[in-house]
């Protein structure tokens, strides 16, 4: 972890911080000292004088209003719709939710003399690339509303960047797995609570295609760095690693011990062959290098799943 400079984290805004990524995040920033603001539509109990819990739409000018405020050191904006399917049903509240906010968040940054700007971004902004590796200087061509929104959203860190000198770092995270997302419908905890009810898995196709899982704790080490370091521009936070659907399902067997029988399924329409990314730049821009194995990784989350069901790990 980066060493704690307290100095330069009075007041950290975090939107989205009841998330999955949010709630790590700001309990990383309150290990440092930071006074942090959390804007979310979920409510936040807390009995730490550290944080202000804001409950409210980012699309009310009193919330985004409550939570900017002078003497904010910077904004960490995790809030967004991000999911593709919902994005493809619903792109006027996709656009609404993700370019509109970010722009009148840029804004307040830009009244209130905010010096940094970090925003959570995806690669799904380069659209479907096959087998290549995906690199911060790809064209942006997305084929979903999501990812075209998230494109805009980095057009527009960049333009007030250079216009009004905000230190605005757009993060493009891979898949994030880790403890405390249980609750979410992406391929890990669908493993993992196959896993605890001895049931099997649908895989897309023959499984082959190939996804980069990024550990939590090195998205919120990545968060950090581009924090510190003030740094403006792209970069990609991933595990520098991909798997295969057929790989990780092994891997997964080897953490809980379970047979996780496997049914193929025909492919949706989209299905992309793979993400494959390059993290080297990240490590020249802001210094980011990835130390989670995939193993070790899923081994803390069977473990939180584990907890979180009520059961014990064996020894």
């Excluded at 990524?21 to 807390?46: H, K, N, Q, S, Y």
């Excluded at 659209?127 to 075209?148: F, K, N, Q």
């Excluded at 295609?209 to 704790?217: M, S």
């Excluded at 581009?226 to 595990?239: C, E, K, M, P, V």
């Amino acid at each position: 972890m980066v060493a704690p400079s307290a100095s330069d984290l009075t007041r950290v805004v975090v939107t989205g911080g009841c998330g999955f990524i949010g709630r790590a995040v700001v309990a990383a920033f309150r290990e440092r000292g930071a006074r942090v603001t959390v804007v979310d539509r979920e409510p936040l109990v807390t009995e730490d004088d550290g944080i202000t819990a804001i409950e409210g739409d980012l699309a009310d000018p009193d919330v985004r209003e409550a939570a900017v405020v002078p003497g904010t050191d910077g904004i960490v904006h995790l809030a967004a719709l991000t999911s593709v399917l919902r994005s493809v049903e619903l792109p006027a509240s996709t656009y609404s939710e993700n370019v509109a906010t970010t722009q009148e968040l840029l804004e307040l940054a830009r009244i209130h003399d905010v010096p940094r700007f970090v925003l959570a971004s995806t690669n799904a902004v380069v659209g479907d690339v096959g087998t290549s590796t995906i690199t911060e200087d790809m064209p942006l061509r997305p084929l979903t509303p999501y990812g075209a929104t998230k494109a805009a959203c980095e057009m527009l860190l960049s333009g007030y960047s250079g216009a009004y000198g905000i230190a605005a770092s757009a993060l493009r995270f891979t898949n994030v797995y880790g403890p405390g997302m249980s609750h979410k419908d992406s391929f890990v905890p669908r493993l993992m609570r196959a896993a605890l009810n001895g049931t099997g898995v649908r895989v897309y196709g023959d499984g082959l295609q190939c996804r980069d899982l990024v550990n939590l704790d090195d998205i919120v080490h990545g968060i950090l760095l581009a924090w510190d370091s003030r740094y403006s521009g792209r970069a990609i936070l991933g595990s520098g690693r991909s798997v295969s659907v057929l790989e990780l399902i092994e891997t997964v067997r080897a953490v809980t011990g379970a047979p996780l029988p496997v049914e193929h399924v025909p492919a949706p329409k989209g299905e992309m062959p793979a993400v494959v990314v390059d993290v080297s730049r990240s490590a020249q821009t802001i210094g980011y290098r990835p130390s989670v194995e995939l193993g070790e990784g899923l081994t803390r989350v069977w473990k939180y799943f584990l907890e979180h069901e009520g059961r014990t790990v064996s020894e």
